[in-house]
């Protein structure tokens, strides 16, 4: 995915300003940087949610307007700030009542997550409640269910959107390792202010003002 030298206003405000920034195929890219810095304005880019008033977005070096971008959604796992579980079993919280998704898919989405082995201490394994709100679980192992939940329709693209603010330093430590697992694999885009995903990431990019800064590559 690149952006390349993409600028995007809100009524009069810019908010980027001829940005560039590259995605490799099969990385993990952090972009870091306060609220209100454009994180989620580029997310938004991506997604196709909004459009940029200067510059493109590429996927594959296909302008992403040239896209079925009904399609390229579907190829999008999402993992927001707000963990959002249902009173319901593991195996219902990841496929969402999705009648295509069997228990096979759910325990390799789990695995991938590193929820497998909690999840197979639990009573009745996939197919316990979690509780109101997952409160049967901690914090760590409710965000690891929407990672599997984000990760079952096996995605070309994984976006985790402030997924560890809420952690605590062990829980956030944790999704972060789980996160290298998944490199090479999926393509990893998250944004955050925390530093421990810089620390994670093979590529990270800084905001600020509108303008980014290239502060970590390991991809290549």
Same mark, same amino acid.
């Not at 965000?143 to 929407?146: A, E, L, N, S, V």
């Not at 090479?184 to 885009?189: N, S």
């Given at each position: 995915i690149e952006l390349k030298g993409v600028s995007f206003a809100y009524d009069d405000k810019r908010v980027l300003d001829e940005l560039n920034i590259t995605i490799p195929a099969g990385s993990f890219t952090a972009i870091i940087g306060p609220s209100g810095s454009g994180k989620t304005t580029? &997310? #938004? &880019?991506i997604i196709g949610l909004i459009q940029p008033v200067g510059g493109g977005v590429l996927v594959d070096e296909v302008p992403l307007q040239d896209l079925d971008i009904q399609l390229w959604r579907r %190829?999008? !796992?999402y993992v927001p700030q707000e963990t959002v579980l249902l009173h319901d079993s593991v195996f219902n919280n990841v496929a969402l009542g #999705? $009648? !295509?998704?069997?228990? %096979? #898919?759910v325990e390799s989405a789990l695995q991938a997550a590193g929820a497998w082995a909690f999840t197979q201490k639990l009573t009745e394994g996939m197919h316990s409640n979690v509780g109101e709100r997952g409160g049967m679980l901690s914090g760590g192992q409710r +965000?690891?269910?929407?990672v599997a939940r984000a990760l079952v329709h096996r995605p070309r693209l994984l976006i985790m959107d402030e997924a560890t603010t809420a952690l605590d330093p062990q829980s956030e430590a944790a999704i972060c390792e789980t996160l290298r697992q998944l490199r !090479?694999? +999926?393509?990893?885009?998250a944004i955050s202010h925390q $530093? %421990?995903?810089l620390e994670a990431a093979d590529r990270a990019y800084r905001m600020q003002d509108g303008h980014v800064l290239l502060e970590k590559d390991l991809a290549g």
């Open positions: 580029i &997310l #938004d &880019l %190829a999008i !796992g #999705d $009648p !295509g998704i069997s228990e %096979a #898919d +965000q690891r269910i929407m !090479g694999k +999926q393509t990893i885009l $530093p %421990a995903l």
